[in-house]
């Protein structure tokens, strides 16, 4: 994860001071590797929620659906996409998703250009530029607690930083591919 501050240069407003639109379209394309951003990091309370959301043991989900990596547990791919991405481009465990997905794409990496946006999500998403219209100050407050959870100092994620389409439009939870 990268450093606050970026994303807005010094003494203005960020580039992306009109705020920005954002709708997901479920099409399961930010669930597929691109490149450098082709890992979910999990904290243990996600590791929790997505071992409960499948009704498995903790180790159990750990021995299946991750690895360790420098110090990190990430969410091991199926191919080149997310385990739980349904055949429709929806999440099967859409309630219970990691922060980093609930908070796509207020990331700080993608914040730090118009260019950068450009490059890392409006050439993935067909969302981006369309529907609810974020503030400047929602997308920082995003931005700001993704970094605030990864370095450990949040006990819990706000539900005002989180980004995408009500569960109520996905289907009900389904087991991952090939498991």
């Keep these: 994860m990268s450093t606050k501050g970026e994303g807005q240069r010094p003494d203005s407003a960020p580039w992306y001071a009109d705020g920005l639109r954002f709708g997901c379209t479920a099409s399961g394309r930010c669930c597929s590797n691109h490149g450098e951003h082709a890992y979910v990091y999990l904290m243990e309370a996600e590791v929790r929620a997505l071992a409960g959301a499948l009704e498995m043991e903790e ?26 991405l349904g055949g429709t481009g929806q999440c099967g465990v859409y309630e219970a998703r990691p922060v980093q997905c609930r908070t796509w794409p207020f990331w700080r990496e993608n914040l730090t250009s118009p260019e950068a946006f450009e490059a890392l999500v409006e050439s993935i998403c067909a969302g981006a530029g369309c529907g609810r219209l974020y503030s400047a100050e929602q997308v920082l407050n995003i931005a700001d607690s993704t970094e605030a959870w990864y370095a450990g ?4 994620f706000p539900a005002s930083a989180q980004v995408g389409t009500a569960p109520e439009a996905f289907p009900p939870r389904m087991a991952p591919k090939g498991g």
Excluded: I, M, N, Y
């Design 153 to 156: 100092e949040l006990d819990e």
């Design 59 to 84: 180790g159990e989900f750990r021995e299946a659906h991750t690895r360790e990596e420098e110090g990190w547990t990430l969410l091991e791919p199926q191919g080149s996409s997310c385990v739980f």
